[in-house]
């Protein structure tokens, strides 16, 4: 089996009374991207309201796909103490976000215990979207 083309990763935490603010100060790390519930804001040219409260990271693309080091990279600058990310979990959904791009039509990727083990710890679901690689002569 050839190895994972590509993957993209975002660690993402959602819910109605989501307040970005606290979700930072409580983990120690700006988002990429955060929204509260009904906030106006500009996307792909046209202006949408948030159907709920968002705080997102995101990491760069990885050419082989390498989830460990994306996830080890979505979680760096964030607090170790797993009684704020157990509070958080409580509250709001969080998940790990991961597209996983194939060029062939058999790829894999592993895992390792240690990722999975921190994200368990901190209440973080893993979500995986997988792009199968087209047939020869389609797009």
């Known amino acids: 089996m050839a190895e994972l083309s590509e ?4 660690l993402r935490i959602v819910g109605d009374d ?16 955060a929204r509260r519930k009904g906030e106006v804001a500009l996307a792909a040219g046209r202006e949408r309201v948030a159907r709920t409260g968002t705080w997102m990271l995101n990491t760069d693309s990885s050419a082989p796909g390498d ?8 979680l760096a600058g964030t607090t170790d103490d797993l009684a704020v990310w157990r509070r958080l979990a409580d509250r709001y959904r969080i998940d790990v976000f991961c597209g ?16 999975l083990q921190k ?4 209440g973080i679901k893993l979500d995986l979207d997988i792009y199968a690689a087209s047939k020869e002569g389609e797009d």
């Open 67 to 74: 989830l460990d080091r994306q996830i080890d990279e979505l």
């Open 100 to 115: 996983l791009f194939m060029k062939e039509l058999n790829e894999g990727i592993a895992i390792s215990p240690q990722t």
């Open 119 to 122: 994200l368990a710890e901190r």
């Open 18 to 33: 989501l307040d970005p603010e606290e979700v930072t100060r409580l983990l120690g790390k700006a988002p990429d991207l």
């Open 7 to 10: 993957s993209v990763a975002g």
